[in-house]
């Protein structure tokens, strides 16, 4: 199993990032999918999932703000970011579970300057 995530960066106050996380070598569309993130010397913490069956939960810090949303068909689950704060800034994490297992990718940057 091999989760990619791209589309972090750099982005102001009030910005918008799109993240995507790639998955290859399982059966995608069986997966509980989600976004965690880490900031500098803090635990990691969930942002948003999404179930096999489309259904989504989110961290009330991201709420109104954030969606996620997955393609089975692309085997591919994104996080739309918009209304940045500068307390987003943290490595987000793709995650695929699934009964006994989890899966994480290696994490994408985002920083959002004030």
């Known amino acids: 199993v091999q989760l990619v995530e791209s589309g972090g960066g750099l982005v102001q106050t009030g910005g918008s990032l799109r993240l995507s996380c790639a998955a290859s070598g399982m059966i995608f569309s069986s997966h509980h999918m989600g976004w965690y993130r880490q900031a500098p010397e803090k635990g990691r913490e969930l942002v948003a999932t999404?179930?096999?069956?489309?259904?989504?939960n989110y961290a009330d810090f991201v709420k109104g703000r954030f969606t996620i949303s997955r393609d089975n068909a692309k085997s591919t689950v994104y996080l739309q970011m918009n209304s940045l704060k500068p307390e987003d800034t943290a490595t987000y994490y793709c995650?695929?579970?699934?009964?006994?297992?989890?899966?994480w990718g290696q994490g994408t940057r985002v920083t959002v300057s004030s």
């Open positions: 995650n695929a579970n699934y009964g006994l297992y989890s899966y």
């Open positions: 999404i179930t096999s069956g489309g259904s989504t």
